[in-house]
Structure formats: structure tokens, C-alpha cells
Nanobody, 124 residues
Framework: QVQLVESGGGLVQAGGSLRLSCAASGRAFSSYAMGWFRQAPGADREFVAAISWGGSNTYYADSVKGRCTISRDNAKNTVYLQMNSLKPEDTAVYYC?????????????????WGQGTQVAVSS
């Protein structure tokens, strides 16, 4: 049973920073790509960032490129999202996701497992 538990969300002023964490359990963490998505009120869930199983390749949405950094610690079974220069439009519930298959980067619509989400609110 794959479990993903996010933490680190909160309320921050525009220009501030947050670091989200996602602790994974239930299978060999280091064999699976991990990702972050977000969903703002009234909007569809959207891709934020992804990282390959070994951490050597990262991918970002244009909206966060240069402001966010995804990383992982395979010894701790944890993936992180460092968010800097936050904007009010970054306000959303942020979800951690794990790939369905080993050693693959899923298409945006093909992530296998999801966490429960952590709220990020950015005030202007």
C-alpha cells in the first residue's frame, strides 16, 4: 500500500518561501519518479514539478520555473518542493504524486498515487 504524506504548507506573505515535504512508504521509493501538483479553488489540478527516480532529472511548469526547486532524499523516502518568491496566484492545495511504474516519467495524466494535499496560502 503506497502512502504519501505531505507537510509544510501554511500561510505566507507574497515574496516569502515555503518548503513542502512528502514522505513516502509502501514500496521502493528510489525506483519511482515523484511529482508535485496543485489545485486552486475552482480550477483543475495542474502540474508543478517532477523529479526522476535518481534525482538527476527535474521538470517544472513554466509558472514556477526559477522560483521552485524539487529535490529528493532517497535515504529518507522523501521528496521536497522549495518554493521561493511566492505569489498570491500560488495559493492552492499542493499534492505529492508517485509514478505508477518504475523508472519512468509519467505523462501529466498518468500518476499512480497521490497524497492528501497540503494547503498553501499566499497573501498579498
Amino acid at each position: 500500500q503506497v502512502q504519501l504524506v505531505e507537510s509544510g504548507g501554511g500561510l505566507v506573505q507574497a515574496g516569502g518561501s515555503l518548503r513542502l515535504s512528502c514522505a513516502a512508504s509502501g514500496r521502493a521509493f528510489s525506483s519511482y519518479a515523484m511529482g508535485w501538483f496543485r489545485q486552486a479553488p475552482g480550477a483543475d489540478r495542474e502540474f508543478v514539478a517532477a523529479i526522476s527516480w535518481g534525482g538527476s532529472n527535474t521538470y517544472y511548469a513554466d509558472s514556477v520555473k526559477g522560483r521552485c526547486t524539487i529535490s529528493r532524499d532517497n535515504a529518507k523516502n522523501t521528496v521536497y518542493l522549495q518554493m521561493n518568491s511566492l505569489k498570491p496566484e500560488d495559493t492552492a492545495v499542493y499534492y505529492c504524486a508517485s509514478a505508477r511504474r518504475q523508472y519512468s516519467i509519467p505523462a501529466v495524466t498518468d500518476w499512480g498515487f497521490w497524497g492528501q494535499g497540503t494547503q498553501v496560502a499566499v497573501s498579498s
